[in-house]
């Protein structure tokens, strides 16, 4: 044990103290007493309990007295509905000295170590939510149930741009096989941060047994008894050490790569250490674990990970400028104007989330009836995959109708427009609409780039227009820009954010400007490449000069999945408000007017090539940009544009930014959005003369 009491208290002053506290409970078939410690931060399941360096000091002292009672087995619960869910991120921020992010690294594993060394017996009653430090906890116990109503269980680390770090890589592997482990420390945790189910949980032998959450910690007791006894044992795989370890591998490597570039070296450290799990030496591998997470809590990278984690779960949950919440209207009932893919996806999401009637309409009923299909068919699917009941299938297909006719939306209070992205055309709509609902409905428009004030500039009740911008695909991507016109009054606003927060989505206040955050940042980016492609640089130099962000996917695979004719519609609009630093590629609108969705093939193999038409309709200049010229290029126009964007008070600050392209564009956590790189790789200064954060912010403390 590293930290005293004192000392843990100096290192996070703000902790939220999770403590420990062990009981001895009689339990039936057993001579002896079980040493039961329980884990609480005080809380409700609201505010998980986490690990700090005064939690693990209780949980030290909890295990002391768990050894000193003799028990016939020691066993480790949380409170209701949360077992653990990993080390305390928050204090880490303001962790400045080297030895300290040691101490914290080592902690973790004298602790939990403890547990997986001992002579007695012991088990992890996994009654609720475990992830990242808890998961690892549990795995330092002999045995481990799991509660079948636990909501999330996971490695999130490499998500954040770190590893499990206290004894994961080493335990996980060696448990439930290498290829399973890769699966959930890399593969889940890059795949958006996916979760386990308690069926897929148990299926790979993470835990093993599964008992009912009414009476858990009753069954899990006499379980242990039986293991103890010798009754029951248990049953572990043969784990493979030669060639499917090294496939395993092999197989982390290509994930990281094609995901990270190289970019995130949390996960970069994790393929390394699950390559050294194979030879099960665990102080050996605890002690490069140990190595590799003190050498992260001090990177830049892993700060820049941290802000991102805080901005997702604290400042998207408070909207910066967004209205009194009081001010909201109740919405009873929803208009969907369009039938068409975007306006289905907008009424499953909307009948789903606030369970009431949803009316599509469109042009002719051919589309209406196209519309409502889709909605029953994924309201069915769901019910396939047990997500929903018949009841609620059968309740959800019911509130959802088409009308040909207008008037279905007289008593709605919320109608939203998903219609051809042209000013005309919503303008139109808006007008159409307003001789039908009341003068207190909302009118939202889902553009992408339209003036939401224009739009509404005709209307008798211009306040109540406000710009609802999803982002496709709808249901997995949960940014939501809100957008107040000009004459947008607070209630309907009030109301734009309420609903926002029923659809479960995160919510934020964006000035009406052109293109809004997102599509002005991504297209400001996009250009640049697309104009350096122009002038004669490779494609495959110009499309892949990002990857050493680590970006999701390169620009030219972005455009071909949001549509290139919608690229250009978006462009035309920035390059209308902003001709200076937007321009409109030539080739690009050859490139649409040819019908052409892509600029890449790919092979049965899966290699990469320009399609031979685009090539042919494509005229290049004799001007060859190296990558980094590109990279150069491109970010200097980024950073330009944010100042500007900030300057303009399109949003309220550069966090916003960030939040924004790590919800809307599935930027990744460890670049931090986009502003701690800028600032990281001087760029913000060079462009712009200051970095856009303050010292301390998304990096280590001076």
């Not at 197989?251 to 990281?256: D, G, L, T």
Request: glycine fraction near 8%; include cysteine.
């Amino acid at each position: 044990m590293t930290f005293t009491a004192e000392q843990a208290k100096a290192a996070f002053g703000d902790e939220v103290v999770t403590t420990a506290v062990t009981r001895l409970v009689n339990v039936p078939g057993l001579d002896k007493q079980v040493a039961l410690i329980t884990l609480d931060n005080g809380h409700d399941h609201t505010r998980p309990s986490t690990f700090g360096p005064q939690g693990l000091v209780s949980l030290n002292a909890a295990i002391d007295e768990a050894f000193a009672a003799d028990p016939a087995a020691i066993a480790v619960t949380g409170k209701p509905f949360v077992f653990a869910v990993g080390a305390d991120l928050s204090g880490v921020e303001a962790v400045s000295d080297p030895a300290l992010a040691r101490e914290i690294a080592e902690t973790g594993h004298t602790v939990f170590r403890r547990l997986l060394d001992s002579k007695i017996p012991t088990f992890a009653f996994v009654n609720g939510a475990v992830m990242g430090g808890g998961l690892e906890l549990a795995l330092s116990c002999h045995y481990r149930t799991l509660s079948e109503n636990t909501a999330a269980i996971a490695f999130p680390e490499v998500f954040l741009g770190l590893f499990p770090g206290w004894g994961g890589t080493q335990l996980l592997p060696n448990l439930i096989g290498p290829d399973a482990a890769v699966t959930v420390i890399i593969e889940n945790a890059l795949n958006q941060n996916k979760m386990l189910n308690v069926a897929k949980a148990a299926k790979l032998g993470i835990v093993d047994e599964v008992f009912d959450s009414a009476d858990y910690l009753e069954q899990s007791l006499l379980w242990l008894a039986k293991v103890v006894n010798g009754e029951l044992t248990p049953a572990r795989p043969e784990i493979d050490r030669g060639a499917g370890w090294d496939n395993a591998i092999a197989r982390a490597k290509s994930i990281v790569d094609g995901k990270t570039h190289g970019a995130s070296p949390g996960a970069t450290k994790a393929v390394e250490l699950l390559a050294l799990a194979k030879d099960n030496d665990l102080d050996s591998g605890f002690a490069a674990e140990t190595d590799g997470l003190a050498e992260l809590l001090m990177s830049d990278t892993l700060r820049a990970g941290l802000y991102s984690f805080n901005l997702v779960n604290r400042r998207a949950k408070r909207p910066a400028g967004a209205p009194d919440k009081s001010l909201a209207r109740k919405v009873n009932k929803v208009g969907v104007v369009g039938a068409g893919l975007m306006a289905s996806q907008l009424a499953l999401l909307f009948v789903r989330r606030l369970k009431v009637p949803v009316v599509l309409t469109d042009v002719d009923q051919a589309r209406i009836d196209k519309g409502v299909s889709y909605v029953h068919g994924e309201i069915d699917k769901l019910l396939g995959k047990k997500r929903i009941s018949p009841d609620e299938a059968n309740r959800l297909k019911a509130l959802v109708s088409g009308s040909l006719d207008k008037a279905a939306f007289a008593d709605a209070d919320f109608v939203i427009e998903a219609v051809f992205e042209e000013m005309g055309v919503k303008q139109q709509v808006f007008g159409e609409l307003e001789q039908y609902v009341s003068p207190e409905a909302i009118l939202a428009t889902n553009t992408s780039s339209l003036s939401v004030s224009e739009m509404a500039a005709k209307l008798r009740h211009p306040e109540r227009v406000v710009g609802f911008h999803f982002f496709n695909p709808v249901a997995v991507l949960p940014l939501l820009e809100i957008v107040r016109g000009e004459r947008t009054d607070d209630a309907s606003l009030a109301t734009a954010f309420a609903v926002g927060k029923q659809l479960k989505k995160s919510s934020v206040l964006v000035k009406d400007a052109p293109a809004f955050v997102v599509n002005r940042l991504l297209l400001r980016f996009l250009g640049e490449v697309l104009t350096a492609i122009d002038e004669g640089t490779p494609f495959d130099v110009a499309d892949h000069a990002l990857d050493p962000l680590g970006l999701p996917m390169s620009p030219l695979v972005l455009t071909q999945l949001v549509g290139p004719a919608i690229a250009l519609h978006v462009g035309e609009t920035l390059h209308g408000a902003f001709p200076g630093r937007f321009r409109v590629s030539d080739n690009l609108k050859r490139f649409v007017d040819a019908g052409k969705t892509g600029v890449w093939q790919w092979d049965s193999a899966g290699n990469q090539q320009v399609d031979p038409e685009v090539a042919e309709l494509w005229q290049q200049g004799d001007k060859v940009s190296t990558a980094e010229e590109v990279r150069e290029r491109a970010l200097a126009a980024i950073a330009e544009e944010i100042r500007i964007m900030l300057d303009e008070g399109v949003v309220a600050e550069a966090q916003d930014i960030d939040l924004c392209l790590i919800l809307g564009a599935g930027w990744p956590f460890w670049l931090g959005g986009i502003t701690p790189y800028l600032d990281r790789e001087g760029i913000s200064a060079k462009v712009n003369g200051k970095p856009f954060l303050a010292p301390g912010v998304a990096s280590v403390p001076a």
